[in-house]
Structures are given as structure tokens and as C-alpha cells.
């Protein structure tokens, strides 16, 4: 009995006073420890790095610490994780406790769920203007029709003279590096993908975990808020409960991080945000009980508990109903929210620019009311920069439209292809078949398997091309209102120019170099993205064999990228013309 006195005093120095004032001797404060548990969770799904492919041994890519490192932590987290016992005393791998079917309710998930604990455990730490020829505008205009609603899905370079005083020629200075056509491109390889809209057994049991888990927090949480607002035991023992939920949703989370799933950036981020939305709702749900704010007594008006068991029920609707389902609906989702991003930025810019142009005589108008409107107009030479930035924005937002649909036509031929020799019957019956001559069986199968790989990470790599362009398209956004700031900024310019691409066409054809002014560098980097991702569509080569998945792509998307490609060179000297009047004249 002193012991346990001894105990219950180290307890209360340790901030658990509120808690164990109504625990009796002996007792065990389990809101605590699970508190604890479901924080070292939620900090192991917080340092997943969707857009890493540099996995631990047990499948899961893990941001560094804060050292930069984490070579050593993986090694740690393998050797914990094969010696986690659960308190039943059972050991298992995550990817046995998947195949096995072993997640058939929230108890029979102890054992391999320990390992979510363990890992958690680890500290990972002039010019005169160039008029657009009719037929050039109508090359723009033609691609719209390749975008889909903005809101339907979101919610469910020309070699160019260096302007004076800004960017010197590469020839006439030494210590601005010049660009080689042998510089790698701008945007890195995509991670490998398993699947397209067909789902593989490994994704659709993470999808289970997942749906399981939060399915069992969803009930587990009205329990745990009304018994344990007038019985602290028996709400640590839902509590207990609640954190059982929290493991499964944990476990689902790491096997979609695992390069046994192929899971795209797109999905892993849907994944990670969702997972993560789920579990702090449960922390803070649980925190309330654990700090006394939810406590009380039936019907005493108290109602933080149910407030908070609402955050839980909606974020576990929101994960087990509006999470994407593999890497079609999760890569699609993001193009379309680039597109309504797009669409937004074009009408907030065409609304400033409706309101015209400061006259140069202007005395600046009386009040504040004038004042501030002055603020939110551009100049007249400004206004000719946010015009050539705009139609930039509705290129991106065409472009756009075009990977999605690009995307579409590969995947399709990906999926046949998915049934082995038989979908490569089918696409060679078709015409559009892989060219593999082999007597082989296996090595046939095997061969029509790569192309089914090659067709994935060329898929891949185009989304990230569209990622760069959909972002950039918000990162010079940011840089448009008015006044435009004409301040150069030597250094980020030459580190601009130390990774920037090379030539990106085929013809030879350059993007136009654009000074070194913020708006100008992220102008230039947004056309060399275009540039980029429209080249990509317009060879389309697989990345490993070189060979041409051209005939894979329907006529509508063949006409749009010749239009398209043609409208980027326009949008190019529209920009580069604009900026050299507004640079030199700043």
C-alpha cells in the first residue's frame, strides 16, 4: 500500500492530478497512456514524406530528423519493429498482417499494429509589341474545351537578349553558369507507380485498414464521450479502445507509404492529410477527458465532449467517404484543383485589370478611398506585364487539361495491360499493342509487364510536370498584385541559373530569358515547366526504353498538344516583350 501512495504522488507531480484525483489506489490512468501512444502516432504520420521514394526496411518513407539524417533510424525501426511483442504476446510484419487477412476486427489488430508504436517510438528527426497572328490566339482558345469543370472533381522558351543592368549574356560574364542542353530537367522523376484505376491487393487492404479503423473510432468515440464524462475507468478502457482504431488507421497510412503499393504522390498526400485529421481529432478528444475540461456531471450543460466527438465523427466520414481511391482519383483530384486554382487566380487578375491603368498625370485622387483603390491598379506598363502573366495562366490551366486527358489515354492502355499476355493480345489485336516478338511465355509475360511499368512511370512523371505547373502558376500569382516590385535580386537569379533546364524542344526552341526581378525569375521558371510538360506530351517516350507511346494518345489530344505547343512559343515572346519595357523603364 505505500507504494501505491508513492505511486499516485509521482503522478500528480507529473501533471496527472486532474485524473488520478478520481482514480483509486492502484488503478492505472489509461486516458494517459493512450494520450501518449496516440501522440507518438500522430508525430510518426506527421514525418511521412509523401513525395519520397527513400523507404526504411519496414516499407515506410520517413522524413529525416533535424540533423538531416536518418540513416541508423531505419535500421532501429526494422529491429524494433520485428521485436515489438503486443500484449497478447504476438510479433507479425506489417505486410504479413496484410496478405493474411489478419485485420478482421479492431482486437485481432494488436499484434502487427505494434509496430506503428515502435516506429512512432523513433526520434526521426522596348519595344514595341509583336502582334498575335488570329490563328495564334485560336491555337489558345482551342484548348479549353480540354479542361473539365473546375468544381466537378476538386471537391469529392525563344532565346531572348539580356535586358541591361539585369541578366548579363552567359558569354560575357563568367560567374552567371549558362545552362547546358545536357542539364537534367526541371522537374525530378515521379514516384514508381503500381496501378492506375485498377486496384492491386495491397492497396484496397490499406483502404480496409483504413476504412475499419475509422469506421470502429466512429462508434468507440459516443461511448468513450458519454461514459467517460461520469466513470474515468470505464472511459480508460474505451479509451484503450479508441487507440486500437487509432493503430489501424496508423498501419493503413504506412502501407500506402510502402513501394509494395505504388502509391502516388497524389494519393500518399490524401493518405497522410486524412489519416492525420482523423487521430488529432481523437487526441484532442481524449485530452479533454485527460485534462478535466469534458468532466462533469449527466445533464450538467457541459457539452465540450460532444463538440469534440463531432470533430471525430466528421473526420472519420470525411477519411472513410471523400478519400480518393488509388492513384487515378487521387492524381485527378489534384489536376482539377489546379485548374479551379487557375480559374480563380485568371478572374481576381482580369477584375484588376478591368479597372485600367493609372494615368501618368494622375494627382493620385483625394481620401483614402483614392488611395487605396491607386494601390489595387497597375500602370500602364505594369498592366501590359499582369495581360502577357494572365493569358500565362490560362496556357497553364489548358496544359492542364491536356495532361489530364493524356493521362486518361496511357492509363487506359496500362489497365489492359495489367492481364498479362491476355491484355497484350488485346492491344496487339487492336493495333496498339507493345512490338514484343518472344516464344517465351514467361519472358513475354514479363516484357509486356515493363511496358505496363513504363506506362505508369511516364504517367507519373507527366503529373509532376503538371504539379510544377499548377503550383507555379500560385507561386507568381503571388508576385502579380499591384505595384509590381522591380527590385532585382542578383542571387536568386544565378541560383536560378544554376539548375535551370536546358534547351527543351526538339526544334531547339529556347524559353526566353526574363531578367532578375522575383516576378521576372518566376515567369521564366513557369515557361520552362509549360515548356517542359508540353514537350513531354507532344514525344511521349517511355522513360527506361525510349520506345513511343504516341499511338496510344486519341486524335483530340494530338490536335491540342500542336495547338497548344505553338500557343506557349506566342505566350513566350508575349511575356519576354512586356517585361523587357516594364524592366528597363522601372
Request: with cysteine.
Amino acid at each position: 500500500m505505500p507504494n501505491n501512495k508513492k505511486k499516485n504522488k509521482q503522478k500528480k507531480k507529473s501533471g496527472g492530478a486532474a485524473c488520478v484525483s478520481v482514480l483509486g489506489d492502484g488503478d492505472v490512468n489509461l486516458n494517459a497512456e493512450v494520450l501518449e501512444a496516440l501522440n507518438r502516432l500522430a508525430e510518426t504520420l506527421a514525418r511521412l514524406d509523401e513525395s519520397c521514394d527513400d523507404e526504411d526496411e519496414d516499407g515506410a518513407a520517413l522524413e529525416s530528423g533535424s540533423d538531416g539524417s536518418s540513416e541508423g533510424a531505419a535500421a532501429k525501426a526494422v529491429e524494433k519493429a520485428t521485436a515489438a511483442k503486443s500484449d497478447d504476446g504476438g510479433s507479425a510484419e506489417i505486410a504479413e498482417f496484410v496478405n493474411d487477412g489478419a485485420y478482421g476486427g479492431a482486437r485481432g489488430t494488436t499484434e502487427a499494429t505494434g509496430l506503428v508504436g515502435e516506429t512512432a517510438a523513433l526520434k526521426l528527426d522596348d519595344g514595341k509589341a509583336a502582334e498575335t497572328s488570329a490563328a495564334e490566339n485560336a491555337a489558345v482558345d482551342g484548348t479549353v474545351a480540354l479542361c473539365p469543370s473546375s468544381s466537378s472533381e476538386a471537391t469529392g522558351s525563344k532565346d531572348g537578349a539580356a535586358h541591361d543592368g539585369d541578366v548579363p549574356s552567359p558569354s560575357s560574364t563568367a560567374a552567371t553558369p549558362e545552362p547546358s542542353p545536357a542539364r537534367s530537367a526541371l522537374t525530378p522523376p515521379a514516384l514508381p507507380l503500381s496501378h492506375w484505376r485498377m486496384l492491386p491487393l495491397p492497396v484496397t487492404s490499406a483502404h480496409k485498414l483504413l476504412d475499419d479503423g475509422a469506421e470502429y473510432i466512429h462508434a468507440t468515440s459516443t461511448k468513450y464521450a458519454l461514459v467517460g464524462k461520469i466513470d474515468s475507468k470505464e472511459g480508460g478502457n474505451l479509451a484503450v479502445e479508441l487507440r486500437k482504431g487509432a493503430e489501424l488507421i496508423g498501419t493503413g497510412a504506412l502501407l500506402f507509404f510502402s513501394r509494395s503499393c505504388g502509391s502516388s504522390r497524389s494519393l500518399r498526400r490524401y493518405v497522410k492529410q486524412s489519416s492525420r485529421a482523423v487521430i488529432a481529432s481523437v487526441v484532442s478528444l481524449v485530452r479533454s477527458f485527460e485534462d478535466g475540461v469534458a468532466r462533469g456531471k449527466a445533464n450538467d450543460g457541459n457539452n465540450v465532449a460532444a463538440q469534440r466527438t463531432g470533430a471525430v465523427w466528421s473526420a472519420c466520414d470525411s477519411l472513410t467517404r471523400s478519400l480518393p481511391r488509388g492513384n487515378r482519383a487521387a492524381m485527378r483530384r489534384e489536376l482539377m484543383t489546379w485548374v479551379r486554382d487557375c480559374n480563380e487566380s485568371i478572374e481576381e487578375f482580369e477584375e484588376v485589370m478591368a479597372l485600367g491603368p493609372l494615368g501618368s498625370d494622375d494627382g493620385g485622387g483625394e481620401g483614402a478611398e483614392d488611395a487605396m483603390m491607386e494601390e489595387e491598379q497597375y500602370t500602364e506598363k505594369e498592366i501590359r506585364v499582369a495581360k502577357a502573366s494572365v493569358n500565362v495562366m490560362k496556357c497553364s490551366k489548358n496544359l492542364l487539361g491536356l495532361v489530364l486527358k493524356t493521362c486518361e489515354c496511357v492509363g487506359e492502355h496500362a489497365d489492359i495491360l495489367s492481364d498479362g499476355t491476355d491484355g497484350g493480345k488485346k492491344l496487339a489485336e487492336a493495333g496498339e499493342g507493345p512490338t514484343i516478338q518472344c516464344d517465351d511465355e514467361t519472358a513475354h509475360t514479363q516484357q509486356i509487364d515493363d511496358k505496363r511499368k513504363g506506362m505508369l512511370q511516364w504517367i507519373g512523371n507527366l503529373h509532376e510536370m503538371g504539379r510544377m505547373v499548377g503550383e507555379g502558376v500560385t507561386n507568381f500569382g503571388i508576385l502579380l498584385y499591384p505595384p509590381l516590385d522591380s527590385s532585382k535580386n542578383r542571387e536568386k537569379m544565378e541560383k536560378w541559373w544554376a539548375k535551370k533546364p536546358g534547351t527543351a524542344t526538339e526544334d531547339g526552341y529556347a524559353v526566353p530569358i526574363l531578367g532578375s526581378t522575383a516576378l521576372g525569375l518566376q515567369l521564366e521558371h513557369q515557361l520552362h515547366a509549360l515548356s517542359e510538360c508540353m514537350e513531354s506530351v507532344h514525344v511521349a517516350t517511355l522513360p527506361a526504353s525510349g520506345g513511343s507511346i504516341r499511338g496510344l494518345l486519341s486524335t483530340e489530344v494530338i490536335e491540342a498538344t500542336t495547338r497548344l505547343r505553338k500557343a506557349v512559343r506566342v505566350r513566350c515572346r508575349e511575356v519576354e516583350e512586356a517585361i523587357a519595357v516594364w524592366d528597363r523603364n522601372a
